[in-house]
């Protein structure tokens, strides 16, 4: 019979446990690991000196599972972790860049896709995405337009002064 305490086939491909939690499904197997980052995911738990049956913890993961955290982390304040990492969003985010990367040398659709392993149309795509995001950050970084004097103006107080409202092709100023 197959231990699947230490199974790593327990998750799917490409999913990893924070060091706690891997601890802990090392341990006492998977299911407790995850119920823990279920129920206390992102939370600082006060654990007791002792392993108590009535604790919260004990309750909702198992007294074996409390009694471990209590023997290694007894009297302190820790933060249990949020639960398995998806490095699928971590990795998006590197293909984008990648992307953009390699479309700044140059390199052709084709090529991004093929070296990327991706479809020519996810490429497509994430170039579109980096210069929708490109433009955004660059919006963010101008300062508001403020109309400078033109020649044979003066800059100079009167109510016209400070920023002036866009004008529509084909209007004049009244």
Do not use: C, N
Request: zero cysteines; charged letters at 25%.
């Amino acid at each position: 019979m197959p231990d699947d305490k230490t199974d790593p086939g327990a998750l799917p491909a490409g999913v990893f446990l924070p060091s706690l939690l891997r601890e802990v499904a090392d341990k006492f197997g998977i299911d407790p690991a995850l119920r823990l980052a279920e129920a206390f995911g992102g939370q600082q738990v006060k654990l007791p000196r002792r392993a108590r049956i009535d604790h919260t913890l004990a309750r909702r993961v198992g007294l074996g599972v409390h009694a471990w955290l209590v023997e290694h982390y007894g009297g302190e304040r820790i933060t249990i972790p949020m639960g398995p990492r998806h490095p699928d969003k971590v990795r998006a985010a590197h293909r984008l860049a990648e992307v953009a990367r390699l479309t700044a040398q140059g390199i052709s659709t084709a090529e991004i896709a093929r070296r990327l392993v991706i479809h020519e149309r996810h490429v497509r795509d994430l170039r579109a995405r980096a210069a929708d995001d490109g433009r955004q950050m660059k919006l963010d970084l101008v300062p508001a337009r403020v109309a400078e004097p033109g020649p044979g103006q003066s800059g100079g107080g009167g109510a016209a002064s400070g920023p002036s409202a866009p004008r529509r092709p084909g209007r004049s100023a009244a």
